[in-house]
């Protein structure tokens, strides 16, 4: 009883700590600021309950829909927009640019198609560059940044909980393999498949050496990187530290603060310690519960009957290979920080009781389908996987200048295809304005599919778009 | 007269700004950045050893890791003093606690022992590290094999280990060369007359014969000595051909100095003078620690001493051909001159020097052994060692007492290992006349709690034939803008060495690539790698090898 007393004063507490940190409280109504008041990391522990997870929620979408100012830390002159603290000789001329950014004021100002928290169309297209070669002049010329499309956040947090599961399979085998190795003396090849997904073979040595040759679509270390077109950004909290970088000005006191970088104005823009490490944990909990993209169910019966159709074809030409009509996963519950960030962005072991978000808490994630093992069925329509997306005759996807964070230019992660009906246009750059487009434009590995496609008749490839044009982020269901 | 209080007061208030404050006034600069937390567990890791002796032993008091058996893991191998040396085998499991095992070598007992100092490296080229042995009396070199099994074999090797007191050693396989140069370095002849004073003997360069198999039967004298107590072949001006640097000590030296010889294949060993630039210095030259600690591409060095330790870099008068240095120490705040906790206030004793990255931030931190002498009353009884942590400033910041390594020891050689595999330096330091300290790094010290500290890359290179580990090598390992330079070295520090993975802190990337100038200067392709991880880097190898510790 007393325990139970306990319990309920510190859940009482805990609320009450999260709501009494307002980032817009005691503000008065003709403020420029976003942020006043820094969200307090150590509120945010262990698993929340719904009424926690809502106030930590509602101060996240506060983050993500303030448009930023000077009053809150926007700006780098001395930064530039690389992922590691890398700083700049001199201030830019303007301070903000399309290409090296600073890009947007907001995170919704791309992110709000066709709600908050949605995609964006070719106008928010994002350039892409390490940022760390010729700093002052790649922010002039785009031929040192790839361009891409602003994804939707939708379903974000199941995403990266398929992706750990993914990434912790991937790893077990790879244990596994070395194990036997030591122990019997021999060469073990292993499968590494997670989820049902190939990722090619390992071939662990007796000494513990592991040939990687054979690895496919994951980074040599095994860590599914489920974000950016490329997949290659391990979380929703490294990508939210890095895009409040890049995009806003905004650094991270847990990537940028005085730790890694010796100063806590990294930046040079006179303010310290702009965005909390309770900021990034607020951002990340109000992307991490965005429901799920549903399908819709037409009312127009010529539509119902051609999107069954498409449904069967997208299934028989082979796109169901890369696109897999659903993942399943184990647990619902979104550790914050999560396992498999590395230094730079919060990491589990950096705090002593982490966050649990529990999605089950949400009815769209208890409405998930489920399998027999009582996995839910997480219906994604990708594999978290990268591909070969080009080839000589079918270029048009291999038409980025760089590589990125060691993946080539012609490789991509799957897009997932949940909520494509209301993302458009298509294709990394956005610039592709159709799905028929974009699905014309795959080459290397979805050539096999895109061919069957193009021999498909017209009213089959019909049939297939009307059943993607299903795949939708219905404002309605998303809303709470 | 209000306006008068005002102008005194104003005047007061700029004076006060304007003169600063003594030095000796200011508190000492805290680091900004992680500090490792470093767990003393030497005893309860099975490591029980000291390093004992009268005066002979006063200096050494060092030791080697290597892996003797195959596993990765870097045993150890510690000089005792008067007493025996011991051999411990690593079987720490990865991340876990530091466990060892005292291994019995089946040697005679007498070489064990009168040994003050090892490096490890593979002589002969079979693909076993030797130990060469820095003793009072006859040098010995103990030929690896399976199994972390030794023999002796200077027969074999032609060496004659003479009967100097040996108390510095390097390597370096020359131009052309299967088998390595050995540089021997030696304290004071005590047979001479006035001995100790001004009796230093002189140092020993032992090239190798030409032949099938290695032959240092015709060693030839580096002349004058000047009571060497650390060497190290470096290549000071990245000309590719390393020179010999001695760090010598004053105590016992008439005339001398500290040292650099310029060793060009096939020519007698020459010394840099005046004329070459060098500059006449003279200090209680204990140890060498190389490092480019402000990523120019040239290294600068940390000289140990009695009082301030030297950190030199090279001069703005310096050329290719002209070794001037310049000594930043004092600015970058690492003159480490006295205890920095404990309330003794007399100069320190510096012993071992070694820069290494303890936090994985991606700057250098500095370590550094003290310890007194034995009694000397005129420098600090009470002595702490030093963990210097470079800063983003590119000075550095004391750490040593809140890492928890501000023993009252007697601190001589060291370690640095990441003995547990878990991407974390840790820290063996050989004590005399006291049990040797082991620190195991928990990670960054946060309250009483240890939290993970930066990304890391543990490389290891690889080369057929001849000079297997590659020493030599220079590494260089990029992450966005910052370069980070390693070189391959047997030698240096003050008796001790360690060989194995390279170990390289990354910060926040989590990536990196690595270029690899191989030691006849032929340059690696780039490899790619993920941070985290150790790596394996063969010559001409397509890719880079990823291995996993046993778990």
Known sequence: MKARCCSRASLAALIAAILASPVLAVASPWSEKVIHEHVDQSTINGTLSLEALEALRSKGEILFTGRFTEADGVGRPFATQAIIPTKRKRAPESPFFRTAGMDSNACSGCHNQPVVGGAGDFVTNVFVSEGFESADFDSLDPQFSNERGSNHLFGAGLIELLAREMTAELRAIRSQAAAEARRTGEPVTASLAAKGVDFGTIVAAPDGVIDLGGVEGVDADLVIRPFSQKGVMTSLRQFTDNALNHHHGMQASERFGERWTGTRDHDGDGHEDEISVGDISALVAWQATLPPPTVLRPTDPAWQAAAANGSATFEAIGCAECHRSSLPLASLEFVDPGPSDMAGTLRTAEVADPAVYDLSLYAWARALPRNEKGDVLVPLFGDLKRHVIADEQVAALGNELLAQRFVERNVFMTSELWGVGSTDPYGHRNDLPTLDGVIRAHGGEGRKARDGYIALSDAERDGLIAFLRTLVIDPAAVAR | ?551
């Open chain 2, 1 to 551: 007269m209000s306006a008068r209080r005002n102008l005194l007061a104003t005047l007061l208030a700029a004076l006060a700004a304007a003169v600063p404050a003594w030095a000796e006034d200011t508190a000492p600069r805290k680091p900004v950045n992680d500090i490792p937390q470093m767990h003393e567990e030497a005893l309860a890791a099975g490591i029980d050893h000291s390093y004992t002796g009268p005066w002979e032993f006063f200096v050494g008091g060092g030791g080697a890791s290597l892996d003797c058996n195959g596993d990765r893991r870097p045993d150890v191998f510690l000089a005792g003093g008067k007493g025996a040396s011991g051999l411990y085998v690593n079987e720490s499991a990865a991340g876990g606690d530091l466990r060892f095992a005292e291994k019995s070598l089946d040697l005679d007992a007498k070489d064990l022992a009168n040994v003050l100092g090892a490096y490890a490296l593979d002589i002969d080229n079979d693909g076993h590290r030797d130990l060469v042995l820095l003793r009072l009396g006859e040098n010995i070199v103990l030929r690896g094999g399976p199994g972390c099994s030794f023999t002796k074999a200077n027969r074999q090797l032609s060496l004659e280990g003479g009967r100097a007191w040996t108390t510095a050693f390097a390597a370096t396989w020359e131009a052309g060369l299967k088998y390595p140069t050995l540089a021997f370095g030696n304290y004071v002849d005590r047979a001479a007359p006035g001995s100790p004073w001004g009796t230093c003997e002189d140092n020993v360069l032992a090239r190798p014969q030409p032949g099938d198999r290695p032959d240092y039967s015709q060693p030839s004298a580096l002349t004058p000595g000047y009571c060497a107590l650390s060497m190290l072949f470096t290549d000071w001006n990245r000309s590719g051909t390393p020179s010999l640097r001695v760090t010598n000590d004053r105590q016992y030296y008439r005339g001398g100095e500290e040292q650099l010889w310029k060793v060009e294949p096939e020519n007698p060993p020459r010394l840099y003078g005046k004329a070459d630039g060098w500059q006449h210095l003279t200090i209680w030259g204990m140890g060498i620690a190389e490092g480019d600690i402000d990523g120019d591409g040239t290294p600068e060095y940390a000289l140990t001493s009695m009082g301030d330790t030297k950190l030199q870099k090279l001069d703005d008068e310096s050329d290719e051909n002209r070794p001037v240095y310049t000594d930043v120490a004092w600015d970058k705040g690492a003159t480490a001159h006295r205890p920095y906790t404990g309330g003794d206030l007399k100069p320190s004793t510096g012993w071992h020097s070694e820069f290494a990255d303890f936090n994985n931030d991606g700057l250098l931190d500095l370590f550094i052994a003290k310890g007194n002498v034995e009694q000397m009353p005129d420098f600090a009884a009470n002595d702490p060692d030093n963990l210097l942590i470079g800063q983003w400033d590119g000075s550095f910041a004391e750490g040593g007492d809140v890492a928890g390594i501000a023993l009252p020891t007697k601190g001589r050689g060291a370690i640095v290992e990441d003995f547990n595999m878990d991407g974390m330096l840790d820290l063996l330091v050989v004590n005399r006349g006291q049990k040797a300290s082991l620190f195991r790094n928990c990670g960054a010290v946060a309250g009483d709690l240890a939290r993970p500290m930066g990304n890391f890359v543990g490389i290891e290179l690889r080369q057929k034939d001849v000079n297997r580990d590659a020493v030599g090598a220079l590494i260089y390992v990029k992450s966005g803008t910052q370069t980070y330079v390693r070189s391959v070295q047997v030698g240096g520090g003050h008796a001790a060495g360690h060989a194995g993975f390279v170990h390289v802190g990354v910060g926040t990337a989590e990536r990196a690539e690595i270029r690899v100038k191989w030691p006849d200067g032929e340059w690696s392709a780039p490899y790619r790698v993920f941070a985290n991880n150790f790596v394996i880097i063969g010559r001409d190898a397509p890719g880079a090898k990823y291995w996993y510790p046993a778990e």
